[in-house]
Nanobody
Framework: QVQVVESGGGLAQAGGSLRLSCAAS????????MGWFRQAPGKEREFVAA????????YYADSVKGRFTISRDNAKNTVFLQMNSLKPEDTAVYYC????????????????????WGQGTQVTVSS
């Protein structure tokens, strides 16, 4: 089993940056594909970014492509989401999630593919 805990959320101005971290427990962390999702008030949870357990493959939602970067440090059981050029529409609760995978190159983009979820961290972008 894997437990994930997000941190790094907060308030930023439009055009600013924030870096989210996701610390995961468990010795098999490197066999989990990881993803970031977000949920704004009154909206469905949506995919943001994903990374394979090797770190070699990444995938982004069109809305964040070129602005956000997902990365991972398997030695530290941590996944990061670097968010640059933030926009007010990026305001949401951001969730980290883990999905067990067999292949080191697999990425997942739907909520149903993820098994373990964090509690979320709030990101608020002011205009």
């Amino acid at each position: 089993q894997v437990q994930v805990v997000e941190s790094g959320g907060g308030l930023a101005q439009a055009g600013g940056s924030l870096r989210l971290s996701c610390a995961a427990s468990g010795r098999t962390f490197r066999s989990y594909a990881m993803g970031w999702f977000r949920q704004a008030p009154g909206k469905e949870r949506e995919f943001v970014a994903a990374i394979s357990w090797s770190g070699g493959n990444t995938y982004y939602a069109d809305s964040v492509k070129g602005r956000f970067t997902i990365s991972r440090d398997n030695a530290k059981n941590t996944v990061f989401l670097q968010m640059n050029s933030l926009k007010p529409e990026d305001t949401a609760v951001y969730y980290c999630a883990a999905a067990p995978t067999l292949l080191p190159t697999t990425v997942h983009v739907t909520t149903t593919q993820y098994v373990y979820w964090g509690q979320g961290t709030q990101v608020t972008v002011s205009s």
